[in-house]
Nanobody
Framework: QVQVVESGGGLVQAGGSLRLSCVVS????????VGWYRQAPGKQRELVAD???????RYADPVKGRFTISADTEKNTVFLQMDDLKAEDTAAYYC?????WGPGDARYTERGQGTQVTVSS
């Protein structure tokens, strides 16, 4: 129904920047929210930022002022611009697309395979 592919991770020095991309495909008109999550070794996956079809955005406190989520609807792509990266931002970053489908507009979440971000101090 919906497919998600992330890209853009890599190795960067502290203070540097990276831009992650999340390309969604399939029944994209049914997507109501796309978010970036991250998971560091030994830790639970946590929300980094998300954006909704209503135009709202949310950011986790540790990334406020440093990360920016944006969407290019023509390209069905959601970006996560990450500036002033810190060692504690090191994690695998995953894109989640939430959408409705089928009778009763049941809700589903499609998750990508992730892209690794490593910040060296």
């Amino acid at each position: 129904q919906v497919q998600v592919v992330e890209s853009g991770g890599g190795l960067v020095q502290a203070g540097g920047s990276l831009r992650l991309s999340c390309v969604v495909s399939g029944i994209t008109d049914s997507i109501y929210r796309v978010g970036w999550y991250r998971q560091a070794p030994g830790k639970q996956r946590e929300l980094v930022a998300d954006t909704s079809s209503a135009g709202t955005t949310r950011y986790a406190d540790p990334v406020k002022g440093r990360f920016t989520i944006s969407a290019d609807t023509e390209k069905n792509t959601v970006f996560l611009q990450m500036d002033d990266l810190k060692a504690e931002d090191t994690a695998a970053y995953y894109c989640h697309a939430e959408y409705t489908w089928g009778p009763g507009d049941a809700r589903y979440t499609e998750r990508g395979q992730g892209t690794q971000v490593t910040v060296s101090s």
